[in-house]
């Protein structure tokens, strides 16, 4: 049990496009969900975390204009990178916990390049 | 505030000898603790967790940790490396005082040789 799966697991876009990336929890409900942004070599960083029914809460330095996301259901988050630029060419990952858990369970990531 | 420092960037062993990743936290609490593995353009795995029960734990593919508050340290361990065990490791913290928020250490490359 508590797997998240992500799509896309790639994606390639031109510069001044916006790309979704959905975020799904496949066998438990998750009101709060997690996106990082992962650049090679380093490690993971919070970008926001997302809360089903309401607004998300956008980590120091991470535009929330930019990085649009919507936690619309108890399954599904999504990040949306408007206006896409090569320097958001990055590695995508979100997370959730499931009810009466610590952890933190990982999507496979989505692979980001902006041409 | 809490943190976590990972001693080591990178990490060599030759396959069947034994694995440490070296792990030490900061925390005002009593932290619950993870090490997670990444293979290369994957997502983040738990390999184990440590929740204030026992001090020493058990996770998945031979791995284990050792709490040991006194040190402030978290190290896991493997007895005997295997090629698939090559990949990057992460500790990690919970921060409870943070809407659950994690705190990652910055990563241990482990290479296994022949």
């Known amino acids: 049990g508590a797997v998240v799966s992500q799509h896309p697991s790639w994606v390639i876009c031109k510069s001044g496009t916006s790309v979704k990336i959905e975020c799904r929890s496949l066998d438990f409900q998750a009101t709060t969900m997690f996106w990082y942004r992962q650049f090679p070599k380093q490690s993971l960083m919070l970008m926001a975390t997302?809360?089903?029914?309401?607004?998300?809460?956008?980590e120091q330095g991470v535009e929330k204009d930019k990085f649009l996301i919507n936690h619309a259901s108890l399954t599904l988050s999504t990040l949306t990178v408007t206006s896409a630029h090569p320097e958001d060419s990055s590695f995508y990952i979100c997370?959730?916990?499931?009810?009466?858990?610590?952890?933190?369970?990982f999507g496979p990531g989505t692979r980001l390049t902006v041409l | 505030a809490q943190s976590v420092t990972q001693l080591d960037s990178h990490v060599s062993v030759s396959e069947g000898t034994p694995v440490l990743l070296r792990c030490n936290y900061s925390?005002?609490?009593?932290?619950?603790l993870f090490w997670y593995v990444q293979h290369p353009n994957k997502g983040l795995q738990l390999l184990l967790k440590?929740?204030?029960?026992?001090?020493l734990v058990k996770g998945i593919n031979g791995f284990e940790a050792e709490f040991k508050k006194s040190e402030t340290s978290f190290h896991l361990t493997k007895p005997s490396a295997h090629m698939s065990d090559a990949a990057e490791y992460f500790c990690v913290v919970i921060n409870t005082g943070t809407a659950s928020k994690l705190t990652f250490g910055t990563g241990t490359r482990l290479q296994v040789t022949l």
């Open positions: 997302s809360n089903e029914g309401s607004k998300a809460t956008y």
């Open positions: 997370s959730a916990t499931p009810p009466g858990r610590v952890e933190q369970f």
């Open positions: 925390s005002s609490y009593s932290p619950s």
């Open positions: 440590y929740t204030s029960a026992a001090t």
